[in-house]
C-alpha cells in the first residue's frame, strides 16, 4: 500500500511528557500538512511542508509544538509538556504540487493525555 | 477568515433512502473538497470542486457547486449501510495550500 502512513496509532501519556508522531507521505508527493481534529468537529490546519521547507504555521501551533520535514520525506510532529488540551487526533496528510491538488490523509495518530 | 457550516450535523435515514447534505462557505470557494470519515480514521477523499455549477459523481454520491461558489452539496442515491460515517466538507484557500474544514455530518443508515 502506498498511501499516508502515520505511526504511532494510538499514543497515552501523562501530562507534562513529551510525544513525537510520525508521517510518511505517499512517496512522489512534496507537499505534506499536519492537522488536529478534536471530537465531533472537523480537522484544523497546523503546518505544512513543501519538500523540506515549512511554510505556513497556524496560530495554533503553540511554541510546545515543532514539526520537521529533514529530507522532504517523512516528518515528525513532537509536542513538548503536553497538556490535557492536547488530547485529539493528529492527521498528516499529502499532496502534489499545483492548483487543487486533492490532499490524501493518513489514519491518523490518536493522543490521549492523562 | 473562511468558515464552513454544514447541516444536518447528523441524520439517520433507512437503507435505500435518498440524502443531502449541506456545506456552505462564508466566502467565495475557491476549491471545495469532499471527504468521508469513518470513527477513529482519516479521510477518504470523495470529489473536488471547482467551478461555479459544477456537478460530479461517483457510484451513487453527486456534489454539485453553486454558480456563486459559496454553497455546494452531496446527494446520495439509495443509501446503504457502507454510506454510514462522517463527511466533511472543506475549501482551499486561495494559494492552495490548506483546508477549512467544516464541522461535518454524521450519517446513520439503518438496515
Known amino acids: 500500500d502506498t498511501g499516508v502512513s502515520q505511526d504511532p496509532r494510538h499514543k497515552i501519556t501523562k501530562r507534562g511528557q513529551n510525544v513525537t508522531f510520525r508521517c510518511d507521505p505517499i512517496?512522489?508527493?512534496?507537499?505534506l500538512y499536519w492537522y488536529r481534529q478534536t471530537l465531533g468537529q472537523g480537522p484544523e490546519f497546523l503546518t505544512y511542508?513543501?519538500?523540506?521547507?515549512?511554510?505556513?504555521k497556524s496560530r495554533l501551533l503553540s511554541d510546545r509544538f515543532s514539526a520537521e520535514r529533514p529530507k522532504g520525506s517523512f516528518s515528525t510532529l513532537e509536542i513538548q509538556r503536553t497538556e490535557q488540551g492536547d488530547s485529539a487526533m493528529y492527521l498528516c496528510?499529502?499532496?502534489?504540487?499545483?492548483?487543487?491538488?486533492?490532499?490524501?490523509f493518513g489514519d491518523g495518530t490518536r493522543l490521549s493525555i492523562l | 477568515s473562511q468558515e464552513l457550516e454544514q447541516s444536518p450535523q447528523s441524520l439517520i435515514v433507512q437503507e435505500g433512502k435518498n440524502l443531502t447534505i449541506n456545506c456552505t462557505s462564508s466566502?467565495?470557494?475557491?476549491?471545495l473538497y469532499w471527504y468521508k470519515q469513518k470513527y477513529g480514521e482519516g479521510l477518504i477523499f470523495l470529489m473536488m470542486?471547482?467551478?461555479?455549477?459544477e456537478e460530479k459523481s461517483h457510484e451513487k454520491i453527486t456534489a454539485k457547486l453553486d454558480e456563486k461558489k459559496q454553497q455546494s452539496s452531496l446527494h446520495i442515491t439509495a443509501s446503504q449501510p457502507s454510506h454510514a460515517g462522517i463527511y466533511l466538507c472543506?475549501?482551499?484557500?486561495?494559494?492552495?495550500?490548506?483546508?477549512?474544514f467544516g464541522g461535518g455530518t454524521r450519517l446513520m443508515v439503518k438496515p
Open positions: 496528510a499529502s499532496s502534489l504540487q499545483g492548483g487543487n491538488q486533492p490532499q490524501h
Open positions: 512517496s512522489e508527493h512534496n507537499r
Open positions: 511542508f513543501q519538500n523540506e521547507a515549512q511554510l505556513e
Open positions: 466566502k467565495t470557494l475557491y476549491g
Open positions: 470542486l471547482q467551478k461555479g455549477g
Open positions: 472543506g475549501a482551499v484557500n486561495n494559494a492552495g495550500n490548506m483546508l477549512t
